[in-house]
């Protein structure tokens, strides 16, 4: 049988493993993909510590795989080996669920995750159904096309389902790792975009990733210079914490919607006032399907938006995952395979 390397994580919160296993083989309805790059996302975290009862060990995380399909399950339509293509969180639907039966596929109640719910990219290969893929185009190499199937989706599918409309108010709350590819997209679908961050340090960076206003949330009142501006038509949060959200909210124009992507532990706190006097909203948004990333991979080839990243070969794939949950990368971190 032939082998493959991956890094595993064989019990909760245990140690990321270098093994060598069987290269696994497709069943009906699934490919093979030959793993050429994979993105370290937080959320990687979920398979790491147990933190869905659905994860069962051993485990190979990892769910911005890109790469190229080797082998083809039976019964798979329309996809054929030396194709290159991605898998992000959304690895497959159910079907039988009512989202599912309503058109919300990425809402399903038996979503499958790559990463958590089979074995996923941090390996030189990786079986996914056949619904769970997306074309890479040839403008994207394998690690910069990785992260926007997580990232990259999660910010551009957001943007375009918002309501916001080319010269509109958009501003990203947050320039990491997903805000930094949601200022690249709300410039270049044409809205008048603000970024904001902590601090001074990251206003050349947004405005170099095409930002027309950057505003600094420790000496500025948010809020009240979005009110100057005319009110935000939706504002896309990308950071952690509920007491910055909650902070930006009086800053939505009428009918304005703040988008939450970022998860964090604490509350969001929100006048009743504040959403019934300008009819404004809070909404939360889950990544995309498999069509959303790869229309996220096309604008992104067509318009190039890139992620900012930093490569490490698959056997530092702890090193990566440390570095990503310390802040420390800049602001992706991707593994490489060498296929």
Not at 23 to 40: E, N, T
């Amino acid at each position: 049988m032939p082998k493959m390397r991956a890094v595993q994580v064989a019990s909760k919160s245990g140690p990321f493993e270098m093994v060598e296993r069987d290269l696994p083989q497709p069943g009906p309805g699934h490919v093979r993909i030959m793993v050429q790059a994979c993105g370290v996302c937080h959320s990687d975290s979920i398979a790491k510590d147990g933190l869905f009862p659905s994860v069962a060990y051993p485990i190979i995380p990892g769910h911005e795989i890109a790469g190229v399909i080797d082998a083809v399950g039976s019964g798979v339509v329309g996809w054929t080996a030396g194709t290159r293509v991605g898998v992000g969180w959304f690895g497959g639907h159910c079907g039988r669920c009512e989202p599912c039966r309503r058109g919300d596929l990425v809402d399903c109640r038996n979503l499958r995750i790559p990463g958590i719910t089979y074995d996923g990219g941090y390996a030189e290969a990786m079986v996914a159904p056949a619904d769970a893929l997306a074309l890479i185009p040839d403008d994207l190499s394998a690690e910069q096309a990785a992260p926007l199937l997580c990232a990259g989706v999660t910010t551009f599918h957001a943007l375009r389902e918002s309501g916001a409309r080319p010269g509109d108010l958009v501003a990203i709350l947050g320039v990491g790792g997903l805000g930094h590819l949601g200022v690249q997209f709300a410039a270049r679908m044409g809205f008048r975009t603000v970024a904001i961050a902590r601090g001074g340090d990251k206003e050349a960076l947004a405005k170099q990733l095409g930002a027309h206003v950057y505003l600094d949330s420790r000496t500025q009142d948010v809020a009240a210079e979005l009110t100057k501006l005319g009110g935000a038509r939706t504002i896309l949060a990308t950071v952690t914490s509920g007491k910055a959200m909650s902070a930006v909210i009086p800053g939505l124009a009428v009918r304005g919607r703040l988008v939450v992507v970022g998860v964090g532990m604490d509350p969001i706190e929100v006048s009743a006032l504040d959403l019934i006097g300008g009819s404004r909203a809070i909404v939360g948004h889950a990544s995309g399907t498999s069509i959303d990333s790869q229309d996220t991979l096309a604008f992104s080839a067509l318009t190039g938006v890139r992620p900012r990243i930093e490569t490490l070969p698959l056997e530092r794939a702890a090193e990566a995952y440390d570095r990503m949950m310390r802040n420390e990368a800049r602001f992706r971190m991707v593994l490489t395979t060498g296929r």
